[in-house]
């Protein structure tokens, strides 16, 4: 009874590993990596640089924070959907640099991840934000 349970058991193993090995193979979880003189301006432009930058860097670390939020502020500024200026003043030793943000279109107009941010970021019917109110 013993050995058979055993071989059952090492049967049932062997099966799920066999069928482990050929889900990750159709995923191409077990191809070779791509070598440094393959990667070429043509490769980065169809594997990294079709992507948003957030969501490379977010690949990346495998997680959303300060960076990817800032590469996202900067796409949006760069697309004139969000304007930008930092003003500083005068503090008792140094300088306070205040960044601050406006709305330059709708919300309407942002993708899901990019509206969540602006929600987060700017108070409801405000178009105008900055790091002191945030």
């Not at 099966?15 to 980065?44: D, P």
């Not at 943000?101 to 509206?115: A, G, I, K, S």
């Amino acid at each position: 009874m013993r050995s058979a349970l055993a071989a059952a058991f090492l049967a049932m193993l062997v099966a799920m590993l066999y069928r482990l090995n050929k889900n990750e193979s159709e995923l191409g979880r077990f191809a070779a990596l791509t070598g440094e003189g393959e990667i070429t301006r043509k490769w980065l432009e169809q594997h990294v640089f079709s992507y948003l930058p957030e969501v490379a860097g977010a690949a990346w670390d495998n997680t959303t924070s300060g960076p990817e939020v800032a590469a996202t502020l900067a796409r949006l500024v760069q697309e004139k959907k969000l304007s930008s200026e930092v003003k500083s003043t005068k503090v008792l030793l140094g300088e306070d640099h205040i960044l601050h943000l406006t709305l330059n279109v709708d919300r309407r107009e942002f993708t899901q991840h990019e509206r969540t941010l602006i929600d987060v970021l700017f108070e409801p019917n405000s178009i105008h934000t900055d790091t002191d109110s945030v």
